[in-house]
């Protein structure tokens, strides 16, 4: 089956003029936010913001996103209305997004200001870079990153709350963390079956926080 295929009985949307028949073009308000720069707003919002989603692709189209979070202030450095960065902090090493980077410069992010429903966009191309002089003053605890994304900006926009609203993401009221098995459970099932559930709950418990900086 290819990706214009479907075999669940729904049809399959293949031209922009079928697309557009089924949702009509953007008013002008939406189809002209975007801009090429940083306004002073966006300044503020960056500095606001603790979590970016990233999104990367491969030479080949094969895409990944992934979360960065860090305290506000220190996720994300504006270095010109053009330009902002962003330090890399300890993970699990797969580098997905910036092995993409390296064949694929282009990137989308969304910038998240916990209990706000709007969100930042910036599209635009990435790099990576080390020794930069700005990654001294990007230290959360013990930790300088050695490694930052620069990202060029090309387009910048403002994006409404629709979809927060509509998830009820912010309201506690919906909140069910235990509808799904805590995060021990799923990797001790998923990635760590060699392991006793035990001893990756030990992995995972009060001291695990104390780990996220190296």
């Known amino acids: ?117 709007d969100t930042l966009r910036v599209n635009g191309r990435a790099r990576l870079v080390r020794d930069a002089p700005y990654l001294a003053d990007l230290q959360v605890r013990r930790n300088v990153p050695v490694l930052a994304l620069e990202v060029d900006v090309e387009e910048v926009f403002h994006h409404c709350s629709k979809a927060f609203l509509r998830s009820r993401a912010w309201d506690p009221e919906t909140w069910d963390a235990e509808s799904v098995p805590r995060r021990a459970v799923l990797a001790h099932t998923l990635e760590r079956p060699e392991q006793t559930l035990a001893e990756v709950e030990a992995h995972y418990g009060p001291g695990y926080a104390e780990t996220i900086y190296g």
């Open 1 to 117: 089956m290819t990706h214009e295929q479907s075999t669940f009985g729904g049809t399959p949307v293949t031209t922009v003029e079928e697309l557009r028949e089924i949702i009509p073009p953007p008013l002008d308000t939406a189809a002209n936010k975007v801009r090429p720069a940083l306004h002073e707003l966006d300044r503020q919002w960056l500095a606001a913001s603790p979590l970016c989603l990233v999104a990367t692709s491969d030479a080949e189209g094969n895409l990944d996103v992934s979360p960065k979070g860090d305290p506000a202030g220190s996720l994300v450095r504006v270095l010109d209305d053009r330009t902002i960065a962003i330090p890399e902090r300890p993970g699990n090493r797969r580098t997905d997004g910036f092995l993409n980077v390296l064949a694929n410069p282009h990137v989308g992010l969304i910038f998240v200001i916990p209990g706000r429903g």
